[in-house]
């Protein structure tokens, strides 16, 4: 006597075959011309999809399967300069680099920053405030042209004494056809190490006295 066993049962201890496959939820490209022909094919004979129409379903998938395959490029362009850029960010070590910075480190060798003009000035402004918000000095850099103008403040007070070291909040105004502006402020110092993160994920570079920044945040390098 044969006894029929149930697939179900055999497929729960790991002897069944396999189970059918569930139904993609997407519709790939030979699907949806399959679909577009059958439409054609059972359309009102009264009623017939205009040109115009049937162009601009095939336009909209073109379009939404053009934008997958982009996106597709730019994560495998991505993930191919992670490599480069690390290579690149290894010879960065123990070079200085301008990078964006409000808080610049004041040393016993002084403080090192810069100053990017989108303008000519007639004067450039230095302000120098304490860890209290304290103004602590101000000097000035004279007229610059436009670009980046690098300086150096190395420590003196007006009163003659030096500054401890620290850490230091600088804010540069620039006078521009007679109206004072604030413009960006930039730290100039050197790279002691880099760091590598995960696939697809930017380099990171250890600057003396800041800590971690982007890679793309290095604006120069000397």
């Known amino acids: 006597m044969t006894t029929a066993i149930d697939s ?3 497929q729960n201890i790991g002897l069944g075959g396999k189970p059918a496959a569930k139904p993609k939820d997407e519709l790939g490209q030979e699907q949806f011309l399959k679909l577009m022909t059958t439409q054609l094919q059972n359309q009102d004979p009264f009623k017939p999809m205009e040109n115009g129409e049937f162009l ?30 690390g290579l690149q960010a290894a010879s960065l070590i123990n070079r200085n680099v301008l990078v964006p910075a409000d808080t610049l480190p004041l040393t016993k060798i002084g403080m090192n920053g810069a100053v990017e003009l989108p303008f000519q000035a007639s004067q450039v ?12 000095n101000n000097f000035g850099l004279g007229a610059l042209g436009e670009g980046i103008t690098k300086y150096q403040w190395d420590g003196t007070l007006p009163d003659g004494t030096l500054a401890p070291e620290g850490r230091y909040r600088v804010a540069i105004d620039a006078v521009v056809n007679g109206e004072s ?9 050197p790279v002691e190490s880099i760091t590598f993160g995960g696939a697809g994920e930017e380099v990171n570079v250890s600057i003396r006295g800041l800590g971690d920044r982007k890679f793309s945040e290095i604006l120069q390098i000397s």
């Open 8 to 10: 179900s049962v055999l």
């Open 56 to 85: 601009s379903q095939i336009a909209q998938f073109g379009t939404v399967s053009g934008i997958q395959d982009l996106q597709k490029s730019f994560e495998q362009f991505s993930a191919s300069m992670v490599p480069n850029q």
């Open 125 to 136: 402004n230095v302000s120098v405030y304490g860890p209290g918000g304290e103004l602590v």
């Open 181 to 189: 502006i604030a413009v960006k402020s930039y730290a100039n110092l």
